[in-house]
Every structure is written in C-alpha cells, then in structure tokens.
C-alpha cells in the first residue's frame, strides 16, 4: 500500500482509506459543525502513575465523539481522516482549548496534575501552533510546565524542517515534548538529539508482552536506559498485568498507563478517582 503524501510512493487507489469517499466527505462536515457548535465531542483523561510516588500527577487528554447517528465514535474513526483531510488544524484546536481548561481547573483547586495532548503532524508544522498555545494558557492562567503536547515519530519526520522551529519555540515557551508509540515509527536517533524531546512513551506494542516475551523486556530496559542517559523521563503504555508494572518499576520506568491502572474517564470521574495503594512501588 502507497503511503499517502509520501514523495515517491506509488500511488495505489485504495476505496477504504479514501478521503473523498462520500460518507467520509459528510463526516468531516460532521465534524466541523461540531466543532463549530461545541457539540458532541469530549476529552477523556488517562492517569499516569508516577511508579516512584504510587501517585497519579499527569493525565493524557484522548478526544471521543458523539455523533448523533453513528454513536460513540473513538479518535481512530476521525482522527486520520481529520488529517487527511486537512481539518485537523481545527480539532487540535479545540482539543487544546478544552484541555487547557480544564488543567486550569485542576490548577485552581490546587491539584498539581500535568496533561498530556496529542498532536498531529500538520499541527507542528503550522508555525502559529506556539502563539496559539501561549495565547491559551495566558487566557487560563495556565503554567506552560503543565501542559505536555505528544508527537508520534513519523508525524516529526514527515517534514522535519517545518517542525523542527515549531517544536523549539514550543520547548522555549515551557512546554514538554514527548514522543509518542516511541519504538515502533521511523526513529532517528541523529534527530532525538535535536530536538528538545522531554519524554518517550514505550509503544504498547512491546509493553503489552512484557510478562512473556524476553525480547520485549530487552527493548524496554533498554529504551528506558537511552531515554534517561538523553535526559528524558519514560511512560510506558498499555500496562495491563500487575507483572508488566512491576518490571517497569524494577527497570527505573517512571511512568505507567494503561487498562490496570486506569481506563480514560471524563474529568469528573478523575477528580475522585485514587489508584490502588498495591500501586505504591516504590514508596
Ligand atoms: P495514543 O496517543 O497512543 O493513545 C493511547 C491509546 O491507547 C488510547 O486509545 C488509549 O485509550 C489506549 N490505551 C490506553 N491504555 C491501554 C491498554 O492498557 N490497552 C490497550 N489495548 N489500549 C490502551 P484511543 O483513545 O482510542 O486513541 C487512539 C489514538 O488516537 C491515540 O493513540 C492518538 O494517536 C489518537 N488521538 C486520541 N486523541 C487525540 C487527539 O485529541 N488529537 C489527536 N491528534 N490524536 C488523538
Ligand atoms: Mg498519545
Ligand atoms: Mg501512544
Ligand atoms: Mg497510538
């Protein structure tokens, strides 16, 4: 299969992953009268366990849709067509002035809770994103330290010189970069070193299997080893079994997130929500 945008690849007309494609065409308006209405989407927050404190002080920001004929709809059913279709810039938008507020209210009520939003390729390469950004967190009386914004490897790759300004102006600001499904995209280590990168998430790819797998323990301890020795903090996703969370701890991993420690949830359920004290690891 040709990799759409892709300089180069052959382009193969593909019907299931066509932009243009008419019920795809009318959930993209779907989409923007959303977005212009304020209507139906929402942000769900996933805790992240601190493994040296046993505490939850960060959350990621994942975005859900509810259509009005289609249901419940995840961020895969909208989110790459978004791009595809160039109306990402919009959701991002959104996405940021709705995690941005509701960090601000979490500030306010004194809990000191990081999160983490998911950006796109076309994202960091807008060089408006760092004024926007500032502009949301002046209006909210939000710290930039408490806003982190996730990039997959292959969104940075996709055209490093337009995001590599992007990016540095971002980290000038306060604000964390971390590298998102780290493991599993087209990682160049000549461009970690660039770039202002504050954290690497384990792709669950290689997290899911720990329990099992010798090889997958291999590649975390020794992802969670480059990262550190980079300066960076590592997160691994997906942990679902109590073996996987305890080998990450053994291996200085300093955040976990996943089904076993919790779903995403909506922010009130977040406010209430306490991880289980077995969690406490390393206290
Ligand atoms: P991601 O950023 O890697 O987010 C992690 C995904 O893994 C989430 O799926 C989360 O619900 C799921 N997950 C968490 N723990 C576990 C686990 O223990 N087991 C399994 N099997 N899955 C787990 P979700 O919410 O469906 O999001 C999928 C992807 O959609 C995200 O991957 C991210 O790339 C994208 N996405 C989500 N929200 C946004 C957004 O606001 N903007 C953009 N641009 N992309 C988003
Ligand atoms: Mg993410
Ligand atoms: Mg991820
Ligand atoms: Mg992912």
């Given at each position: 299969?040709?990799?759409?945008?892709?300089?180069?690849?052959?382009?193969?007309?593909?019907?299931?992953?066509?932009?243009?494609?008419?019920?795809?065409?009318?959930?993209?308006?779907?989409?923007?009268?959303?977005?212009?209405?304020?209507?139906?989407?929402?942000?769900?927050?996933?805790?992240?366990?601190?493994?040296?404190?046993?505490?939850?002080?960060?959350?990621?920001?994942?975005?859900?849709?509810?259509?009005?004929?289609?249901?419940?709809?995840p961020p895969d059913a909208f989110v790459g067509l978004a791009e595809q279709t160039g109306h990402i810039r919009r959701l991002t938008r959104w996405v940021l002035a709705t995690g941005i507020a509701q960090a601000s209210r979490w500030h306010a009520a004194g809990r000191d809770m990081r999160v983490s939003i998911n950006v796109s390729a076309r994202d960091v390469e807008d060089a408006e994103l760092p004024r926007r950004v500032a502009a949301l967190l002046a209006a909210h009386g939000l710290p930039a330290a408490s806003l982190v914004l996730e990039i997959t490897e292959s969104a940075l790759m996709r055209d490093p010189d337009a995001a590599l300004p992007v990016l540095e102006r971002l980290a000038a600001q306060g604000i964390a970069l971390s590298i998102d499904d780290f493991g599993v995209g087209q990682s160049s280590f000549a461009y970690l070193r660039r770039l202002p990168v504050r954290e690497l998430k384990i792709d669950r790819a290689f997290v899911a299997p720990l329990a099992q797998s010798p090889e997958d323990r291999v590649i975390v301890r020794s992802i969670v080893e480059l990262a550190h020795a980079l300066g960076c903090?590592?997160?691994?996703?997906?942990?679902?079994?109590?073996?996987?969370?305890?080998?990450?701890?053994?291996?200085?991993?300093d955040h976990a997130q996943g089904y076993l420690v919790a779903r995403p949830m909506e922010a009130v359920a977040l406010d209430a929500f306490e991880p289980d004290l077995e969690f406490a690891v390393g206290a």
């Open positions: 299969l040709a990799a759409a945008g892709s300089e180069g690849a052959i382009a193969v007309y593909d019907e299931a992953t066509d932009p243009h494609r008419p019920e795809r065409l009318s959930l993209m308006g779907d989409l923007l009268r959303a977005l212009e209405q304020d209507e139906g989407l929402a942000l769900h927050y996933q805790p992240k366990l601190d493994l040296a404190t046993g505490r939850i002080d960060s959350v990621e920001a994942l975005v859900r849709w509810r259509h009005p004929r289609l249901g419940l709809l903090r590592v997160t691994a996703e997906g942990v679902e079994e109590r073996a996987a969370l305890d080998y990450l701890a053994t291996v200085g991993c």
